[in-house]
């Protein structure tokens, strides 16, 4: 048993699942948008990360990580909130290359705004639980405590995001206006609130994978949500941007690519995993593989 | 009798009038400073690359986030010649770095043609942010993140005999580069001014507009777009290898993803789908530490504060969401009092599916 | 068409004119250029450097601050043969400045760009202290073009040493072929039998480090040899190290040389220590300051010295130092006799003497081609404790140095190294070239016009 949980193949599964669950999150986010509003959210990644700053940085006057992160979660979602009504309400109807655009400005302003306000430079967050990686008999297990934190919470906040959509009243009206906007509308939902509220709840799950991500040993600083953006997108565009399963199952399946790729053939190669992804996936299924199964269900 | 010749769009009307934009612009030189030079050099080269971004996104409706991908091909192509080849004629290694670019832009077209809006923008943009890594990482050919050399561009002997004075090498040296880039890109404007008003420029935009009426007309969609593409990336990757040319060196950290931020807001800016917006969005790059430094100046920043030193992202960023909320058909869209006393009688549209 | 022709054209020059105009230099492009030589007047001698002052390796923003409060003190002191000594510094973010942020140059900077402002517009005499090895290798040939002497770079890289090609470079530090060799000797008497890995920056850095350490015969199996960009830090992709050190820990390797700039040699010993990995650490001077990497557990680690130790009484160039920073208010307000001197401090001040004494030597008529002759030939005394000499053949500079041993400062960051023993080693660049050992540090006077 020993031997196995400190087996390289262990090794590259808990690493891979352990970054997969943070694109996963990314890319349940943009989904989120995606099924609400039809728009690709360039800024995900800055807006979480800035949110994270806002938050975490509270750290710094006494405040426990706990409150830090759910202040970090509060100001992502005001802020998802604010961006869909003032950038993005103003788009609707237009060509989508619009609000593409006007959001890669607003990630270029956040993540400029960020480096003004706390400088560039890397900010290491006290992590509530130790990232010392476990020992077994004298061989390195590639599990610590804050990994299995890390994956415990996004597990949880999928899930709490999967039960709202399915069981609460709010989800039922969310997936109504998604799917059916004027007959929705007809029905007495107040589409254009679900719009925002798509945005809010988005937003919110975006800030706690910043959380996660910048409470890991790369800290935080104004980029660090660049890469698990870029990654995050390709795990919704793989798994169908309609689709909440297809995203999380394809934020798994790139944190193992990579990690696998990284270590069974070359850490030159590990960046360009994602790529080839999802070219196979989109040569194979334009929209995405997972699409059909969830557009039945929505 | 005249005007008339000149107002309808010929081919020759049009290289008249990229000759009187390029002997401007060069006439341009020789009042700058050498540094201002130097900068005009640089945003000429981001100029070709602007430009073939804003045929892309505005003639094609194809919007690419990879451009600075494609300037780092076209860049690693031409550095990895000059650098084992230091004698090849520029010409030879500006063309090759064309051909380069042309290629690359077609590997990404083969998937993407198939792709429409979000799912393509994701995709160029997951091609721009693997080529830093594979630059820094495949050393052997690359020079790593150290990047490769080149020798910086010799004044030639003929250009150097107009200069006098104690710095008439530096002077001359500045303004030679200068010239050459601008010239350079005078020659890919005309080029596109061309393919703006030819057969593909009109089934680009029919392809843009209504698909399946071009279909029905016979315009073959998937070779309409991958053309487009490729065309862009040749422009980009051009664009990209002069711009290496003029640092004498290619690194992977000249093409990081914001670049392709940068490239869009330029084209946005200036005027997508316009030969002026490329122009324009060319010189604003030539001289945005300036332009960063007035504003500076102007609101009491600090330059060295930690607001001053990310004032340019804040100003681009927001430029680039204030033009796209409020003047979506950039710079050139703006009433002018000089632009009302000559408006033209016949109206090309010239830009995209933008409103 | 002409009307079409005409409305751009009105854009465009006013367009170039004004963004152009907003610069200063617009009508003053001929300042400096009266003398035969740029940037020599009757009463003043002009340099200049690109260094980072702001970006990822602001950590070595001191060096350059360093010496120009030696310039500042002498020009207090009467300057050089009767000039003044002006330091034009400016920050190219270690040429990574197009990542866009927090570099206060401006995005669209470039170490070129910087250098074409202190050559066409501040017709500087030379770059003097400029850093970076791959952002110096950007800018040999425009320099050179323009026959700009590139003096004391600020890289341990072999690339300044070439005179027959670039006769007017010069290097200052040990080369990190040289300090390679020089840990493969330590390694081979006081580490024998343990696995050795090795993690380097992916450029020239990296690259001639661990060729030294090849020369002086220590074998690194492929599967440790490692590397990082430096531009990670920036992008985000920190992936590279952590992948590195995790290699490491489960290869089990015994001694870990680290060719990395400061920020990077934190990172890897974070990483370390949280996968609860320790091996002996050898760190490359230009990332071993301790100020600067901030981390409890570097201390144990050995690097290469090859400046006195700050708190070293005996040495007579120390109390001097402490002067000169703390007449300078502006680079250093809180400098006072208590302070720390760091490695960084103590490498400006070590050129900036350097260009001083080469200045003086070269008298009152002052060109190019007469200062590298000048300073092929000169003999330097410096606050380095092994010998400055340059020569036609060689224009590295330092050739070796001292094994030192970080030393513990409680539960706050290390202080500066101790040394180990006084032995200097010497050697040059190539695989050939010998290691000769010195019983003896060369401690050389403070020349007497400069105190």
Same mark, same amino acid.
Not at chain 2, 327 to 335: D, F, N
């Given at each position: 048993m020993s031997a196995f949980l400190s087996s390289s193949i262990m090794h590259n599964i808990f690493g891979g699942v352990a970054q997969g669950v943070v694109y996963s999150l990314v890319a349940l986010s943009l989904v989120i948008i995606w099924q609400s509003t039809h728009v690709l959210n360039f800024a995900q990644g800055a807006m979480a990360m800035f949110a994270t700053y806002v938050g975490m940085t509270e750290i710094d006057r006494g405040i426990g990580y706990w409150w830090c992160v759910i202040i970090s979660v509060a100001v992502g979602m005001l802020l998802g909130g604010l961006t869909e009504r003032v950038l993005i309400r103003p788009l609707y109807g237009k060509p989508e290359i619009n609000p593409i655009v006007v959001m890669v400005g607003f990630l270029g302003v956040l993540e400029a705004l960020a480096a003004a306000i706390w400088t560039s430079t890397t900010r290491n967050i006290t992590e509530p639980f130790s990232q010392i990686f476990f020992h077994d008999h004298g061989n390195l297990v590639y599990l610590s405590p804050f990994i299995i934190y890390q994956v415990i919470l996004a597990l949880g906040i999928m899930l709490i995001i999967a039960g709202l959509f399915r069981y609460t009243k709010l989800g039922l009206q969310l997936r109504a206006s998604a799917l059916a906007p004027e007959v929705s509308r007809l029905l007495g939902i107040r589409v254009s609130r679900m719009l925002t509220i798509g945005w809010i709840l988005s937003a919110g799950v975006g800030a706690i994978a910043a959380v996660i991500q910048a409470s890991g040993s790369f800290g935080l600083f104004p980029t660090d949500m660049d890469g698990i953006f870029v990654a995050g997108f390709i795990a919704a565009a793989v798994g169908g941007l309609e689709s909440p399963i297809g995203a999380v199952a394809g934020g798994l399946l790139i944190g193992l690519a990579e990690q696998f790729i990284l270590a069974y053939w070359s850490p030159n190669v590990a960046p360009l995993g994602g790529i080839i992804i999802l070219v196979v996936a989109l040569m194979i299924r334009p929209q995405g593989l997972f699409t059909k199964v969830a557009g039945r269900r929505v | 009798m005249i005007r008339t010749f000149l107002r309808q769009e010929t081919t020759l009307s049009r290289f008249l009038g990229v000759v009187v934009l390029t002997a401007v612009t060069l006439a341009i030189t020789i009042v700058l400073p050498p540094v201002a030079d130097s900068e005009l050099a640089g945003g000429a080269a981001i100029a070709i690359v602007i430009l073939g971004l804003s045929w892309l996104i505005g003639w094609s409706g194809q919007i690419s986030l990879g451009n600075s991908g494609f300037m780092a091909v076209g860049a690693y192509a031409a550095g990895i010649w000059a650098h084992h080849h230091a004698t090849t004629p520029l010409i030879f290694t500006l063309f090759l770095a064309t051909v380069a670019g042309a290629i690359s832009g077609l590997i990404i077209a083969i998937p993407s043609t198939r792709l429409r809006g979000p799912y393509l923008a994701g995709m160029t943009l997951a091609f721009s942010a693997a080529v830093t890594p594979i630059a820094q990482n495949f050393t052997s050919v690359t020079g790593g993140e150290g990047g490769l050399f080149m020798n910086s561009l010799a004044t030639p002997g003929w250009f150097g005999h107009f200069f006098s004075g104690p710095n008439a090498t530096i002077n001359a040296n500045a303004q030679w580069t200068a010239d050459l880039a601008v010239f350079v890109a005078g020659i890919t404007f005309f080029f596109m001014a061309n393919l703006f008003h030819s057969r593909t420029g009109r089934a680009m935009r029919l392809v843009r507009d209504n698909d399946v009426a071009a279909e029905l007309m016979g315009v073959n969609l998937s070779r309409t777009r991958s053309l487009a593409f490729m065309i862009a990336a040749a422009y980009a990757g051009l664009g990209g290898a002069l711009y290496s040319l003029l640092q004498a060196s290619v690194r992977p950290e000249t093409f990081p993803l914001t670049l392709s931020i940068t490239l869009l807001t330029l084209m946005v800016l200036g005027g997508i789908g316009t030969l002026s917006g490329a122009v324009i969005g060319g010189i604003i790059f030539s001289f945005s530490a300036n332009l960063v430094a007035h504003v500076n100046s102007l609101t009491g920043v600090n330059p060295t504060s930690n607001l001053g030193a990310n004032m340019q992202g804040i100003i681009f960023g927001a430029l680039l969401i204030l033009t796209m909320l409020f /003047?979506?058909?950039?710079? /050139?869209?703006?009433?002018t009092p000089v632009r009302r006393l000559f408006r033209s009688r016949h109206q090309v549209v010239e830009a995209g599916e933008v409103h | 068409m002409f009307t079409k022709a005409r409305r751009p054209l009105t854009l465009i020059s006013a367009l170039v004119l004004s963004l152009a105009g907003l610069s200063t230099g617009l009508l003053a492009s001929n300042a400096g250029a009266a003398g035969s030589t740029p940037g020599v007047t009757s009463n003043s001698i002009t340099i200049g450097a690109t260094v980072p002052l702001s970006g990822i390796a602001v950590s070595y923003a001191p060096v350059s601050a360093a010496a120009n409060a030696v310039f500042k003190w002498v020009d207090s002191h009467g300057g050089i043969n009767g000039r003044q000594i002006k330091y034009i510094r400016l920050d190219d973010c270690y040429g990574l400045a197009s990542y866009g942020l927090g570099c206060t140059a401006g995005a669209s900077v470039t170490t070129l760009s910087q250098n074409q402002v202190l050559v066409a517009q501040d017709h500087v005499f030379a770059t003097v202290g400029s850093l970076g090895t791959a952002a110096e290798e950007s800018v040999e040939s425009y320099l050179k073009q323009n026959d700009v002497p590139q003096l004391f770079v600020n890289s341990g890289s072999k690339a300044w040493d070439d005179p027959s090609k670039y006769p007017d470079l010069f290097g200052f530090q040990t080369s990190y072929n040289a300090e390679g060799k020089i840990f493969a000797h330590y390694i081979k008497t006081h580490l024998a039998g343990k696995t050795v890995g090795f993690i380097g920056q992916n450029d020239d850095f990296g690259a001639n480090g661990f060729l030294g350490l090849q020369d002086g015969g220590i074998n690194i199996a492929s599967a440790n040899h490692l590397s990082y960009n430096a531009a990670d830090a920036i992008t985000g992709s920190s992936s590279d190290i952590q992948a590195d050190v995790g290699t490491l820990a489960q290869n089990k390797v015994q001694v870990v040389v680290l060719d990395s700039v400061p920020g990077f040699t934190a990172g890897i010993l974070e990483v370390a220590k949280a996968l609860g990995y320790s091996p002996t650490w050898i760190i490359s001077n230009v990332g071993a300051d301790p100020t600067s990497v901030d981390q409890p557990s570097e201390a144990g680690a050995i690097t290469l010295d090859y400046f006195p130790s700050a708190t070293d009484t005996g040495d007579q160039w120390i109390p001097w130092i402490r002067q000169v920073l703390t007449a300078d208010k502006a680079d250093f307000p809180k400098f006072n006799a208590s302070s720390v001197l760091t490695g960084n401090e103590l490498y400006g001040v070590g050129y900036a003497v350097a260009f001083a004494e080469t200045l003086k030597a070269e008298g009152r008529n002052v060109t190019r081609a007469g200062f590298v002759k000048t300073l092929e030939s000169a003999k330097l005394s410096d606050p380095a404790i092994t010998p400055l000499q340059y020569s036609g053949s060689n224009h590295q500079g330092l050739q070796g140095g001292v094994i030192a041993k970080i030393a513990a400062n409680g539960s706050s960051a290390p202080v500066l190294a101790n040394l180990t023993n006084t032995t200097v080693f010497t050697t040059g660049n190539s695989a050939s070239s010998p290691l000769a050992q010195s019983p003896k540090l060369t401690i050389s006077p403070i020349p007497s016009w400069l105190k």
């Open positions: - | /003047v979506p058909r950039g710079l /050139v869209s703006i009433k | -």
